[in-house]
């Protein structure tokens, strides 16, 4: 079992930024593929960015792309989400997730592992 745990969600204004973070703890993460997720209401959940634990290889949605960067820290096995420039498009519950797997994966049915969420919300 891995347990998530995210924080750092909030309001913001338009162009801001925030960073999320996700603790994760139960297993070795080194086989794992760390992905972040967001729900925005009546929304089907999306894909935001996927990090691969064992070399850093990252993956991201086009809408997020260059203004989004997800990094991971293995000596506090945390899962970083820096959101800058963010857009009211943005507001959304953003949620961490985690599978055993060598592939940076982007669809939400393939992770075993999610968080509880973190709520988003950026003003205009």
């Known amino acids: 079992q891995v347990q998530l745990i995210e924080s750092g969600g909030g309001l913001v204004q338009a162009g801001g930024s925030l960073r999320l973070s996700c603790a994760a703890s139960?297993?070795?993460?080194?086989?794992?593929?760390m992905g972040w997720f967001r729900q925005a209401p009546g929304k089907e959940r999306e894909f935001a960015a996927a990090?691969?634990?064992?070399?850093?290889?990252?993956s991201y949605a086009d809408s997020v792309k260059g203004r989004f960067t997800i990094t991971r820290d293995n000596a506090k096995n945390t899962v970083d989400l820096q959101m800058n420039s963010l857009r009211p498009e943005d507001t959304a519950v953003y949620y961490c997730a985690a599978k055993s797997s060598p592939l940076v994966l982007r669809r939400p049915s393939w992770y075993d592992y999610w968080g509880q969420g973190t709520q988003v919300t950026v003003s205009s």
């Open positions: 990090i691969r634990w064992s070399d850093g290889s990252t």
């Open positions: 139960g297993r070795t993460l080194s086989s794992y593929v």
